[in-house]
Nanobody
Framework: EVQLQASGGGLVQPGGSLRLSCKAS????????IGWFRQAPGKEREWVSS????????YYGNSVKGRFSMSRDNAENTVFLQMNSLKAEDTAVYYC?????????????????WGQGTQVTVSS
């Protein structure tokens, strides 16, 4: 069983930065995508970014491209989401997920495993 632990959220002023972490435990056979999604109150879960386990290639949604970046620490089984130039509209609960068998997945239904979510609030 794969378990994901997301952390790093908090309150930050507009223009500030945060780094989220997602630590994975358990074994996943084959390639997979690991991604970040976010969900604001009253809205659907929105894809933010994805990384391929095979080559580390990263992909970003248009609303965060150029401001957010994913990285990984293979030794710690952890991926990170560095969020810069944060805006009020980035406020949401952020979830990390794993999509087994995918190179890069952007649909919620492609993800089989989810972390518990971490709250990011951007406000002055």
């Amino acid at each position: 069983e794969v378990q994901l632990q997301a952390s790093g959220g908090g309150l930050v002023q507009p223009g500030g930065s945060l780094r989220l972490s997602c630590k994975a435990s358990g074994f996943i056979s084959g390639d997979y995508a690991i991604g970040w999604f976010r969900q604001a109150p009253g809205k659907e879960r929105e894809w933010v970014s994805s990384m391929s386990s095979s080559d580390g290639a990263t992909y970003y949604g248009n609303s965060v491209k150029g401001r957010f970046s994913m990285s990984r620490d293979n030794a710690e089984n952890t991926v990170f989401l560095q969020m810069n130039s944060l805006k009020a509209e980035d406020t949401a609960v952020y979830y990390c997920g794993v999509a087994p068998g995918y190179y890069a997945a952007i649909k919620v239904e492609d993800y089989k495993y989810w972390g518990q979510g971490t709250q990011v609030t951007v406000s002055s």
